[in-house]
């Protein structure tokens, strides 16, 4: 079975700050990765995700996130945040049967 | 719209008492799945079903109970014997099982025993 770590439970920044949101798996076998983000009392939706090609995979708002193999990491990064920015971030890692295994969130704080 | 709805958003039951929450979708998807989250814990499957009338035991099925009788819905049933039901359920689902297929998901009911 697959092991998500995000490296950080809190992330506080200031507004037009850049954030990065760590995540590391296990596994170094082929993985299709994904990140999820969740507003207060609301399901998940889909922020990006890798399947295949090009390492780094982007967003439509502004979020991007590299996959690195040799380091087993999928960080998500946004050069510049806003208020609305502010929600809990999920990791996840998809084997086969399309089971996904989540690390534990991050929850991004953008103060103004 | 296309989506997943769960009902109802908010649950309160007695603590002995079994309770079904309800997840329906329209989006002509074969597989379906039922979460747990937990403050600080993340997302933990309890069950999955990759077609109707076949489902399988996530990590934490202990106290849960399932049926796929309909291809759109997947209700999951809360038993007396889950030591601690009080939690957020979310429900989701993808095209089919596969590992290429990311998973939609429905805006969660909030279950709290008393």
């Known amino acids: 079975a697959q092991s998500v770590t995000q490296l950080d439970s809190q992330v506080p920044v200031f507004e037009e700050a850049p954030v990065e949101l760590r995540c590391n798996y296990s596994s170094s076998v082929s993985v299709y990765l994904f990140w999820y983000v969740q507003y207060p009392n609301q399901g998940l939706q889909l922020l990006l995700k890798?399947?295949?090609?090009?390492?780094l995979v982007e967003s439509i708002n502004g979020f991007e996130a590299e996959f690195n193999k040799s380091q087993t990491s999928f960080h998500l990064r946004k050069p510049s945040v806003h208020i609305s920015d502010t929600a809990e971030y999920f990791c996840?890692?998809?084997?086969?049967?399309?089971?996904?295994?989540f690390g534990r969130g991050t929850q991004l704080t953008v103060w103004p | 719209d296309g989506g997943i709805t769960q009902s109802p958003k908010y649950l309160f039951r007695k603590e002995g008492q079994n309770v079904t929450l309800s997840c329906e979708q329209n989006l002509n998807h074969d597989a379906m799945y039922w979460y747990r989250q937990d403050p600080g814990q993340g997302l933990r499957l309890i069950y999955y079903?990759?077609?109707?009338?076949?489902?399988q035991k996530g990590d934490i099925a202990e106290g849960y109970s399932v049926s796929r009788e309909k291809k759109e819905s997947f209700p999951l049933t809360v038993t007396s014997a889950q030591k601690n039901p009080t939690a957020f359920y979310l429900c989701a689902s993808s095209i089919r099982a596969g590992y290429y297929n990311e998973q939609f998901f429905g805006p969660g009911t909030r279950l709290t025993v008393l």
């Open positions: 996840a890692v998809s084997e086969t049967l399309g089971r996904l295994y």
């Open positions: 890798y399947l295949s090609g090009s390492t």
């Open positions: 079903s990759q077609i109707v009338n076949d489902f």
